[in-house]
Each structure stands twice: as C-alpha cells, then as structure tokens.
C-alpha cells in the first residue's frame, strides 16, 4: 500500500522560501501510470490545488501561485518536492503531498499534511 | 475558474440516518467527481470517484451520483465511524466541506 510523508520547515519567516518533501514508499514514483500533487488547506478555508509534477519531471502549476512555486522529482529518494518563495501570511497551511493514478484520475493517496506557519 | 458550492457546511444526524451532501459546479465542464471523508489529523480518504465509482474497500453505505453541474453524495445507514468532514473535488477544484457531527 502506497503511503506517503511530508517532512520540511515547519516555520517559516516572511519572505523567506517554504520547502516541503513528500517521501514515497510502497509504489515508484518513476511510474508512468501516477502524478505526484501538492496541495494545501489554509486555516477555515478550502482545499488548495498547487501544482503537480509527473515522472518524466513535467510540471504543471496552479496560475495563482506559478511564479513562486517549485515542484522537482527526486527518483534515487523516490521522492519529490515543494518550494515556494517570497512567502507571506497568506501563505500559512497544511501542506499535503498525494497521488494521482491514471485509474482513478484524482488523488486516491495522501500524506496527513503537515502544518506550515508564516510568521517572524 | 470553477467554483465547487457544496452543502451543506455542516449538517446533525444520529446513527442510522442517511445523510445527502451536495456539490454544485459553477460551470457544467464535466462529469467527472471525487468525494473525501477527513477526520481530524488523518489524511484524506477517496470515497468516490468519477461521480460514482466506489474506491475499493470503501463500505456499500456509501454512494455517488449526479452528472454536472450536481453532483450527491450519500451515506445510507449512517455509523459511528462516519462521523467527519466530507468534501468533493472536481478536475483542481475543492468544495469548502461538510461537518457531519452528532444529532
């Protein structure tokens, strides 16, 4: 069974950059058949799509947020990663990594999101 | 950008009742939906996908259907583990949740 971990900063400055990486076990994320996603839930508010990278390394990125955002394949690890620069307030969320499956063409695996706090 | 309205945004119910939760999309693009059940600090979980497909291992309880712009879930025969916050996604965009919590 396909589980995947969010690990990274956990507190991050204002205009500093936010870096997450979401670790793979139980399925390789070189496989043709999968997407891998990162998306968010600021406090009270809805779930947020931002961005998601196959694994050939093309990516695909909300417009709201593709000019601060970064998601990069790391195959060896059989993992990947999330960064996003010039960080506000706004920017405050549970951050989760998931899975897309060709079968089921939304995300049927999650991480359980960790909590990202932009604050000085 | 598609707006998912989902309601209610929170709804009371007691064992054994079946519980309807509705989606509506603000653009009829698709007919494809998911639905999720969250419980606090747990990953989600697929319920549902492409309107109406049970995810393997998901109890018979629970159903979709709808084909745009409205989409339902339910829940017959509601059971304590039911208890949680329900949400539907279509292509990138989220409903804002639905809190089912005890009568």
Not at chain 1, 34 to 59: D, L, N, V
Not at chain 2, 29 to 58: C, D, N, R, T
Request: hydrophobic residues 35%.
């Amino acid at each position: 069974q396909v589980q995947l971990q969010e690990s990274g900063s956990r507190l991050v400055k204002p205009s500093q950059t936010l870096s997450l990486t979401c670790a793979v076990s139980g399925a390789s994320i070189s496989s043709g058949d999968h997407s891998w996603y990162w998306i968010r839930q600021p406090p009270g508010k809805a779930m947020e799509w931002i961005g998601y990278i196959y694994h050939s390394g093309i990516t695909d990125y909300n417009p709201t947020l593709k000019s601060r955002v970064t998601i990069e394949i790391d195959r060896p690890k059989n993992q990947f990663s999330l960064k996003v620069i010039s960080v506000t307030a706004a920017d405050t969320a549970v951050y989760y990594c998931a899975r897309v499956s060709g079968a089921t063409a939304c995300p049927d695996s999650w991480g359980q999101g960790t909590l990202v706090t932009v604050s000085s | 950008d598609i707006q998912m309205t989902q309601s209610p945004s929170t709804l009371s119910a007691s064992v054994g009742d079946r519980v309807t939760i509705t989606c509506r999309a603000s653009q009829s693009i698709s007919s494809w939906v998911a639905w999720y059940q969250q419980k606090p600090g747990q990953a989600p979980k697929l319920l549902i996908y492409k309107a109406s497909v049970l995810e393997s291992g998901v109890p018979s309880r629970f159903s979709g259907s709808g084909s745009g712009p409205e989409f339902t879930l339910t829940i017959n025969s509601l059971q304590p583990e039911d208890f949680a916050t329900y949400f539907c996604l279509q292509s990138r965009t989220f409903g804002q949740g639905t809190k089912v919590d005890v009568k």
